[in-house]
């Protein structure tokens, strides 16, 4: 079954113009299994596991996989470009409109509302990570981590680089 | 060394090393963006991701955006290449082998990465809420959505953005 670009292409780009935060991965799971049965659930699970090794956002990884799976490497570009191109020149237009208009209390306002919206939506995927099964040692891994980028400063590849070492070297012990 | 450069190399090194996705390496990039490099100011950074966050699609689309604030269309197409690259070429690599094919070392790695992604996670959400304007009201509106998140996890996030945008529109100046 080879399944056409172009048909990879409108579904990605109607994914990249209606999707919002948190549901992008039952969006994937709808159309690749339920809709069009490219994959069956085991298949979507093999997914899953391959997009959480890559590094970048897991949501995206997986359609980005699915694509692959589908078309190579031009069915991963397709997939990447389809989702990003739509809600980016959305913003850019909104950013010029923002422009004309940054002295509006209203809108500076909004702006810093969605602020709000953004730290409460990485808060949340704090709390997706299994917090209950941790303890003391890992949450002081989290706190130093937190401290050596935010008050530090500290480059990202050291600090991840320790943190891999120490979480490798207790699973050992 | 250009500016184009500089914005090329930055988000393709967060980009290779963004387990946990963009939010876990939002901080980080900010270190260099902004405190190194300064090819934006603090301000743009933060607005820039609050807009990425109102948009449809994946959060990946703050870096097109942050990348036109910087260099224009050009700024916009290389940071989206310089994100994808790394993520593009790891799941090439892992999905055509399969997960279960992939290295031990590099599945212990990414578990006993999780306590430190949950700091750099942190580390995020303390970098969008660095320049909120009214700091005590936003962080306590922050944390209303947040607890709309946990309690009503079949609510689309869309309607906990969107109101977060509501009330900074009507309260926040």
Known sequence: MRVPLALILWEYFLIGITGFGGGLQGRFYHLAVSKHGWLNDEEFAEV?????????????????????????????????????????????????????????????????????AATALILYSVTKLNLSRWNGLDYLLALGACLAIYLLKAPLWLVLGSGALVGLARRRA | MSQEFTLFLDVFTAGALSFGGLAAVLSSLQNSLVGQHQLTSAEDFSRTYSLAVGA??????????????????????????????????????????????????????????????????????????????????????????????????????????AGCALVGALAIR
């Open chain 2, 56 to 161: 449809p699609g994946p959060n990946a689309i703050f870096l097109s955006l942050l990348g036109y604030r910087v260099a224009g269309p050009r700024g916009a197409a290389l940071a989206a290449l310089a994100w994808a690259l790394p993520t593009l070429l790891m799941l090439y690599l892992v999905g055509r082998t399969g997960s279960a094919q992939a290295p031990d070392w590099m599945k212990a790695t990414r578990k006993a990465l999780v306590p430190v992604t949950a700091g750099l996670l942190a580390a995020g959400a303390l970098s969008t809420a660095r320049s909120f304007v009214m700091p005590t009201p936003q962080w306590l509106l922050s944390l209303t959505a947040l607890l709309i998140l946990l309690k009503r996890p079949k609510w689309n996030p869309f309607w906990v953005v």
């Open chain 1, 48 to 116: 899953n596991a391959t997009a959480s090794l890559a590094p970048g956002g897991n949501a995206s990884n997986v359609g980005i996989e699915i694509a692959r799976r589908l078309r190579g490497v031009p069915g991963m570009w397709a997939a990447y470009i389809c989702l990003i191109l739509p809600g980016s020149l959305l913003m850019l237009a909104a950013g010029a409109t923002y422009e004309v208009y940054r002295d509006e209390p209203v809108l500076r306002g909004a702006l810093q509302g969605l602020q709000c």
